[in-house]
């Protein structure tokens, strides 16, 4: 199993909006093919800050799904309506979350 973890820090003023958004993101994901668990949750310490953890059955299900309009649209509102974001897959650095869904994502211009 592999798990995707991904922590955004929204704009006060963009929550609800982030929110709404990532909710459905989590709802579709979990019908993905290796989705295991996908939850949404804001940060106890922080109300600008939302957390969404991922279980996905091996690395190439993943991969395919960073490849996806699904988590193309994800990025886009995270980008969007947060600050700042960090992708960190099995609790690795923000650089290897990072690094890991750019080469992901650059395999379909090859």
Same mark, same amino acid.
């Given at each position: ?10 704009? $006060? ?13 989590? =709802? ?11 939850? #949404? $949750?804001?940060?106890? /310490? =922080?109300? /600008?800050?939302?957390?969404?953890? &991922?279980?996905?059955? *091996?690395?190439?299900? #993943? ?5 996806? *309009? ?9 980008? #969007? #309506?947060?600050?700042?974001? $960090?992708?960190?897959? *099995? *609790?690795?650095?923000? $650089? ?5 869904? &750019? ?8």
């Amino acid at each position: 199993m592999v798990t995707l973890s991904i922590s955004t820090h929204v704009q $006060a003023d963009k929550r609800d909006e982030l929110w709404s958004t990532l909710q459905l993101v989590t =709802d579709r994901t979990e019908g993905e093919v290796g989705c295991l668990d996908s939850r #949404l $949750a804001w940060d106890a /310490n =922080d109300q /600008n800050m939302i957390r969404m953890d &991922q279980t996905w059955s *091996d690395y190439a299900r #993943l991969h395919a799904y960073f490849r996806s *309009d699904l988590f193309s649209a994800l990025l886009g509102a995270v980008k #969007l #309506l947060g600050v700042s974001h $960090a992708i960190r897959i *099995d *609790d690795g650095s923000e $650089a290897e979350g990072r690094e890991a869904v &750019q080469r992901a994502r650059s395999m379909d211009r090859l």
